[in-house]
């Protein structure tokens, strides 16, 4: 089980409470099957934090695990480990813009 | 007894505004979807209570919400916007080649026979329709296929298609406009599309009487006559009375004919309304006014609409889809402004008062008129 913590926009959207989901993965832990398995857990997510079809990042989107910034990488690349076992969350960021 | 709900899309959010029919104790319900903006939001005509809401932010993009009991619950639907094929190129402000991005919805427009049945107008310039309330969505994409489509310029807001009339006499032809393109028909339910930008005069650009490229801010028909269209172009205020084959300019003794808003009188298709705009650069009320101009003649006659709106150091801007009418037996005529506020006249535009003063920035208003 992994946890997944969202910014306040997305969790009013999926209707979460508290700032985390957690999300059972089958398989490799990567960015890439933790987001499948967000957006299969939450649809209204689809879209909103990488484009439908291209699967990118939405630009003012970002990843950070164990204090490290996650937005460039691969999904194909392992979360750490400490993101596997739920000792740390992935976070999912806006990205700081005013208006 | 009948009531009215009006539904203000802004830019922090969505509100729901409802009284009775003597339009003077208002319910102010909101904000929805807080902080997201919300280009725009309609009822069904065949199920008052089916709204559809366009909801977007620069963070994450487009949302589409939909409601069954008349915005009371919202549920998002689908918002997978995805244009047919190989979407190309249109013309960048510089003139250059941009590939076709889709950024948003501008407008939504439900069915005229069919609530579950709504289209959607977006930037980039292209009609979406969806048949299934909102869950999926598919790209009309005859439209965007007209020879002409690589020759669309953006406006200064983004190439968006903001119009949307379908015929409420024949369910084959709709009208479209989009910004910097022109005003488009189809006749075989979306099939083709010629443009209908006869007659339309835009001094900016290089072929003032060009086929496309001008700047239509909004559209407007009354729905007993649907060949008579009135238009709010980037200058100049024009009709047609043969479904858009050509048109002519009525912008009269306006004191700008610059503007967004256009709209008619419920009951009198040949009353209809602006507010005049200061531009190019101002985009706020000329000598600091917010006035109201009204038409009983179908243009070139217009006369100011005063009463209850300030009349000094008001500059806000009223955008291209933030004013509407009620259908009560004495028309109300509602807009919002960049201000926050939203005017309603329960009297045709004889005098105003404000429904709410302190929203954020109003992007869109519509009115839906109930049976209670």
């Given at each position: ?60 989107i970002r990843f950070f695990a164990c204090s490290e910034d996650w937005s ?28 | ?95 250059t080649p941009h590939p076709w991005e889709f950024k948003r919805v501008w ?235 939203v005017y309603a006249s329960a009297d045709a535009g004889d005098t105003w ?20």
């Amino acid at each position: 089980m992994i946890r997944v913590e969202l910014p306040g926009h997305l969790r009013t959207l999926a209707r979460v409470t508290g700032h985390e989901v957690t999300l059972q993965i089958t398989g490799a832990v990567t960015l890439g099957s933790a987001l499948d398995a967000l957006e299969a857990a939450y649809p209204a997510l689809q879209g909103t934090i990488r484009d439908h079809a291209t699967l990118q990042r939405r630009a003012f989107i970002r990843f950070f695990a164990c204090s490290e910034d996650w937005s460039h990488e691969s999904p194909d690349a392992p979360l750490p480990d400490a993101v596997v076992t739920g000792a740390e969350p992935l976070l999912i960021v806006g990205a700081i813009a005013g208006g | 007894m009948s009531k009215v709900r009006v539904l203000v899309g802004t830019r922090k959010g969505a509100f729901v505004l409802t009284a009775d029919g003597k339009r003077e104790q208002w319910d102010i319900s909101g904000p929805h979807f807080a902080g997201w903006e919300i280009y725009h939001m309609k009822g069904s005509p065949v199920d008052p209570n089916r709204l559809y809401a366009s909801q977007s932010s620069g963070w994450s993009g487009q949302v589409m919400q939909r409601s069954n009991d008349g915005g009371a619950t919202w549920e998002p639907v689908g918002n997978k916007f995805a244009y047919d094929g190989v979407p190309g190129t249109h013309q960048w402000y510089d003139g250059t080649p941009h590939p076709w991005e889709f950024k948003r919805v501008w407008h939504v427009e439900p069915s005229l026979t069919d609530a579950d049945t709504v289209y959607a107008g977006v930037e980039d310039a292209a009609l979406f329709r969806s048949g299934d309330g909102g869950q999926t969505w598919e790209e009309v994409a005859g439209l965007r296929k007209h020879g002409s489509g690589p020759h669309w310029q953006p406006g200064a807001g983004g190439m968006c298609l903001h119009t949307i009339i379908p015929d409420p006499s024949n369910t084959r032809r709709i009208y479209i406009a989009i910004s910097a393109a022109g005003a488009f028909r189809t006749d075989d339910g979306g099939a083709t599309w010629q443009p209908i930008n006869r007659g339309l005069y835009s001094k900016y650009i290089p072929d003032p009487t060009a086929e496309v490229g001008h700047c239509v801010h909004h559209v407007a028909m009354h729905r007993s006559r649907p060949n008579v269209l009135f238009m709010q172009k980037h200058w100049d205020v024009m009709r047609t009375d043969n479904a858009g084959d050509s048109w002519q300019e009525v912008s009269g003794n306006l004191p700008s004919d610059f503007g967004f808003v256009i709209d008619v009188h419920a009951h009198e298709p040949e009353t209809i309304y602006v507010v005049p705009i200061k531009s190019d650069g101002e985009h706020f009320p000329p000598e600091g006014k917010l006035r109201v101009y009204r038409s009983r003649t179908g243009g070139n006659e217009w006369e100011a609409m005063t009463k209850g709106l300030p009349q000094s150091d008001c500059y806000v801007n009223v955008l291209r889809d933030a004013m509407a009418v009620d259908s009560l037996d004495s028309c109300g005529v509602y807009f919002g402004t960049t201000g926050g506020q939203v005017y309603a006249s329960a009297d045709a535009g004889d005098t105003w008062k404000p429904i709410v003063r302190d929203l954020p920035a109003v992007l869109s208003v519509e009115v839906q008129t109930l049976s209670s």
